[in-house]
T-cell receptor, first 116, second 110 residues
Framework: GAGVSQSPRYKVAKRGQDVALRCDPISGHVSLFWYQQALGQGPEFLTYFQNEAQLDKSGLPSDRFFAERPEGSVSTLKIQRTQQEDSAVYLC??????????????FGPGTRLTVL | KNQVEQSPQSLIILEGKNCTLQCNYTVSPFSNLRWYKQDTGRGPVSLTI?????NTKSNGRYTATLDADTKQSSLHITASQLSDSASYIC?????????FGKGTRLHILP
């Protein structure tokens, strides 16, 4: 079976542009996570979905960041009016059940966003 | 202060040698602790998952230990290989939060 996929793998945007990053989780996985990873750093939590419900968006750095998962499967992370500080790798992960359980998170390859 | 601290920040060792990476955490209440390996340009891949009651878990040449009393974990890599060059990330979970360490960057030299 396929793992978590993300598209595009690379995105270059001019400052001020809007971008949309897509995540296809493993089929049947309830939980979906978005992370932001700056160069040389560990992933930083952005937001968490359980099915279609966004249960935690405390990590979104500003109201320019918006995530959705309308049918409980594919998720999109949208960044409006991109800024240079948004340049990072955006990782998506999914897991079979709920956040706190000892179940494995499977990560996608990430989307590397560069804002010029 | 990060709730999950890893050391060293980076490490260089010769192929075939052993090494140990450290993770100290202050996350409470504790649900589980995971070690991930992240190759350059790829997403993290799980190596081990340990709950409160487990104090050691092995995955091939990787052995993780957990001391829940002192809130410390270590990842021991035996007989390192060039393919072990990667970042190793410690992740601690509560029921409502997952907190990542910044990782240890490991370089294996031939």
């Amino acid at each position: 079976g396929a793992g978590v996929s993300q598209s595009p793998r690379y995105k270059v945007a001019k400052r001020g542009q809007d971008v949309a990053l897509r995540c296809d989780p493993i089929s049947g996985h309830v939980s979906l996570f978005w992370y932001q990873q700056a160069l040389g750093q560990g992933p930083e939590f952005l937001t968490y979905f359980q099915n279609e419900a966004q249960l935690d968006k405390s990590g979104l750095p500003s109201d320019r960041f918006f995530a959705e998962r309308p049918e409980g499967s594919v998720s999109t992370l949208k960044i409006q009016r991109t800024q240079q500080e948004d340049s990072a790798v955006y990782l998506c992960a999914s897991s079979l059940i709920w956040m706190g359980g000892p179940n494995e998170q499977f990560f996608g390859p990430g989307t590397r966003l560069t804002v010029l | 202060k990060n709730q999950v601290e890893q050391s060293p920040q980076s490490l260089i060792i010769l192929e075939g040698k052993n090494c140990t990476l450290q993770c100290n955490y202050t996350v409470s209440p504790f649900s589980n602790l995971r070690w991930y390996k992240q190759d350059t340009g790829r997403g993290p891949v799980s190596l081990t998952i340990m709950t409160f009651s487990e104090n050691t878990k092995s995955n091939g040449r990787y052995t993780a230990t957990l001391d829940a009393d002192t809130k410390q974990s270590s990842l021991h890599i035996t007989a390192s290989q060039l393919s072990d060059s990667a970042s190793y990330i410690c992740v601690v979970s509560r029921d409502d939060k997952i907190i990542f360490g910044k990782g240890t960057r490991l370089h294996i030299l031939p």
